[in-house]
């Protein structure tokens, strides 16, 4: 299990995500975060990105209380 609680984690994550498992909800996210550090984008919407990847990757952890 891996914490990401910023934009920078979320890149760092996305970095390490192997090249052959990139999918197009991949893409979206690492777009997503990029536009999140270009201030193109609220980061609230660059999470959302992030989630919905994690999610269809089956990898999504909530935080205790969250769901």
């Known amino acids: 299990m891996r914490e990401v609680v910023s934009v920078p984690d979320a890149v760092a994550f996305l970095d390490d995500w192997p090249h052959d498992k990139r999918n197009p909800f991949f893409y979206l996210a690492e777009n997503a975060m990029q536009a999140a550090i270009n201030g193109s984008i ?19 952890a909530m935080p205790p209380g969250t769901a």
């Open 42 to 60: 609220p980061v609230d919407e660059a999470r959302d990105a992030f989630e919905s990847f994690c999610d269809e990757a089956g990898i999504l």
